[in-house]
């Protein structure tokens, strides 16, 4: 429903849609006779396409590209349900998170809990993902849609799909958090 009245029952669609996510999934790779598939999955969204990916098992073997935009994901629930079984599928899985997404802010009041997205309380890094932020980039005013707004990040996953270039390999800063590696959008790029 995409509005905040309606976040809780929005919210609590995403058990009943992540089994329908999986379906569709495997229908898909299995009409298509697919031997890659790539993810992009958007807020909210990204917690049923995760959740989804997980529930498949060995059958979500088909995946190549997983990028999680702003995903409004409980962050501890991530790194220690998803994150593991996701790497087992996944060739690559990307995050993009930002510290001026103020849905997410909105969803932290509202769950209580540090959202995967949402860089302003720590950067969640997980051994074997990339996690991007972006909160150096120019995004809209609450600052949730600039995975498809901005040309600099859907450049970034252009390159990520079309190549698997690693971060370093795509105009990528280089940062560091308690030996953890993540990575932010250098200074030009974000200017673009």
Known sequence: RAAVRSYFSDRNEIGYSAEH????????ARKLD?????VIAHS???????RAIVAMGDQGQIFDQIVLAAPDVDADV???????????????TTVYCSRNDWALHASYAFNDSVRLGDSSRGIVVIDGMDTIDA?????DLLGHSYYGDCLTLLSDVQLLIQKNL????????????EKAMYWTFGKEAAAD
């Open 21 to 28: 996510v999986k379906n569709f999934l495997l229908d898909a």
């Open 34 to 38: 697919a031997k890659r598939i790539h």
């Open 44 to 50: 909210m969204g990204a917690d049923a396409v995760s």
């Open 78 to 92: 991530f790194r220690e349900q998803i994150a593991p079984r996701m790497q087992k599928v996944a060739r690559r």
């Open 135 to 139: 909160s150096d980039i120019d995004t």
């Open 166 to 177: 690693p971060p370093i390999d795509r105009r990528l800063s280089q940062r560091t958090l």
